[in-house]
């Protein structure tokens, strides 16, 4: 499928519908402007902690090391380092009714797997291109067939040029037949970005960072969501204290694990409970 950037992009006023028919024909859209508003806060939130930053990350297996990039900053924990995030960017109306779309006959409800600024330094080569949803390798059996059980929401925080590394993508891998190949960064197109878009796209669309030949660092965040029965990748609960957590909205709080999850629609059991109790409940009642 060969796509142009204009083809998958939009603007906020053309709403969740037309947002979700570009995402589940190519894998992914470009909201642009959707935080537009709020990425000069964000950064102000976060620069105190980026600039301790040293690019790399520890990690056990040098794979791993490779595939964050030995070159590129960054941070996690964001909801507990931003108030900006926490209060405005997490309660965005269209991201929120778009993650409910695209979760509706999965899961009830989506965890937040993850808010990370990731920030590819000059000189650091392409990501390993890769799917998202890899990090539940049980559904790789299913390929096309698998479900939404994740999406990733990359938020440009700067500039975002191609040279700069800007993320790489290929629109319709999300349904390509066979999911065992692996394909070359020629067959990606550059997801050229201004301060404040936002791609949003599914767990099981093949992306990577780009090579960064500029002498800028190239700076996003990424914002995925998990169908609300999986596990997450940030163990948020064990990061936010109950106390900031109680100022959260619901939608926030079910979003950062401070509430249970419920499988009505599959007319299935609740999950992350205490004695059967809703988590929201029980928390109010014992802190």
Known sequence: ????????????????????????????????????????????????????????????????????????????????????????????????????????????????????????????????????????????????????IMCNCIVALSEYTEEMGATRAIPGSHIWDDFSYQPTQEETIAIVMEKGDAFLFSGKTIHGGGTNISNKPRRAMAMAFNAGWLVPEEALPLVIPIEMAKTLTPQAQQLMGFRSFHNTKLEGGSVWTVNFEELGKYLEKNT
Request: proline share 5%; with cysteine; hydrophobic share 35%.
């Open 1 to 148: 499928m060969s796509v142009n950037l204009s083809e998958i992009t939009i603007t906020p006023d053309e709403g969740v519908k037309h947002a979700l028919s570009i995402y589940n024909q190519y894998g992914g859209v470009l909201i642009k402007g959707l935080f537009k508003n709020e990425v000069d806060k964000l950064n102000d939130d976060l620069e105190p902690h980026m600039c301790q930053r040293e690019p790399g990350i520890e990690h056990e297996w040098e794979f791993m090391k490779e595939f964050a990039g030995k070159k590129t900053k960054r941070l996690t924990r964001v909801p507990l380092l931003s108030q900006t995030f926490r209060e405005d960017m997490i309660n965005n109306p269209l991201l929120l009714e778009c993650i409910n779309g695209i979760f509706d006959e999965v899961s009830d409800s989506a965890w937040l797997s993850t808010a990370q600024v990731i920030e590819i330094q000059p000189e650091e080569k392409s990501q390993y291109l890769h799917r998202d949803c890899d990090n539940y390798p049980l559904f790789r059996r299913f390929g096309c067939k698998m479900p939404d």
